[in-house]
């Protein structure tokens, strides 16, 4: 009896306060939409606000709601996006994903020095001093961008310019920030004509310091004036989807190399 | 005239937090922002009202009739989780922001020392029902008040500069001790 007491008294407890919880589970019960828990276990839950909003459940909502795109989720991709639309019953709607791109040719062989520059090797401080190079526009190859990348996708070549390992590329706008002249952008993949030049000198000047700068000659904005033009002493894309495949050979008699197929080997 | 004085020596003299040093987890886990501070504070309030009251009445009709004061801790353990429980599916309902405001430290109330605290000290103090009833109140608002000052200094303290060794848990455990401080200065008001 002594053993059976306080059994009894535990277990009736017990189950009066379980019962007490179960009546109050059902008043309280929060009716969440089925949808929100399938579109957040979809989400890579690493709330990085790349969405633009303040995490991934936030993200769902909007989602849910319609406010937001399915392949709004940058770090998902199209698994994610195709995932959520499929959840909603909506099209995915395309995700292309990007890689960054440097704007510079000027590699030790094309682009002049200045003199003989002997302070810190980084890009940063070189770029304060004014650079190493004549052209006050190009890659100082110091490798900034490939120190920050986290992902392995830049390495420096034999002539002193990064090249991007595209399929190591994230798209993360690591090495675009840590540039200080700004070479690097972030450009659709299946994008494959690129100005590979920021310099906004004339030409000759422009020419002078870098064999590979573009001097604004016009080439390539008579050919396909759709999309391309100059501004600044610069030729610049405005949108590489109205060059047509066809134009793209006329590009290539550009005199200086400054723009082209970025995939030499889709040539032929 | 003595219950007064019990519900005001249970807020400022015997601060379970400043006095007694229980319940430190959420105090330094929610108080970095005035409202969610208050919300904790009210939570823990209601919590310890009731486990006061759902606690007097198991220890003096059941435990103590029948010989079990022995099972004090594991009964009040059950009451305090599912009184937790209640509080958690009640603020899930009335405020999904809140909840997750809070966070894990809503749950942790059940292993918040200082209820389980009060819980025990009740019934060593033998108090009456309508004691127990103020001095759980007068805790609970005691905890209230010690957080959302402490979430009041934090807030400023986000604004200061703060030497670098110090900054986040190690300023905020000094704010704590000279706070501690301070409220031993109302020792005086009752013997």
New interface residues.
Partial sequence: MDVL??IL??AV??FL??V??AV??QK???EEDPRMVAVSESLPQANCGACGYSGCRAFAEKVIKGDAPANGCPVGGSETAARIADILGVEAGEMVRRVARLHCRGDREAAKNRGRYLGLTTCYASHLVGGNKQCSYGCLGFGDCVRVCLFDALHMDENGLPVVNEDNCTACGMCVDACPRNLFELHPIDQNVLVYCRSLDRGPAAKKACKNACIACGICSRACPEGIEIKDNLAIIRDYKKIEPEQIPALEKCPTDSIGRFHKSDEG | MNLLMMFVAAIFVQNYVLYYFLGICPFLGVSKKIDSAVSMGMAVTFVMTITAVVSWMINHWILIPYKLDYLQIVAFILVIASLVQLVEMFIRKISPPLYQALGIYLPLITTNCAIMGLALLASLKNFSFLETVIYGTGSGLGFTLAIVLMAGIREQLDLADVPEPLKGAGIALIVAGIMALAFTGFSGMIN
Avoid: C
């Fill in positions: 007491l306080p008294t535990m407890l017990g306060f379980s007490g919880l109050a589970y309280l019960k929060v």
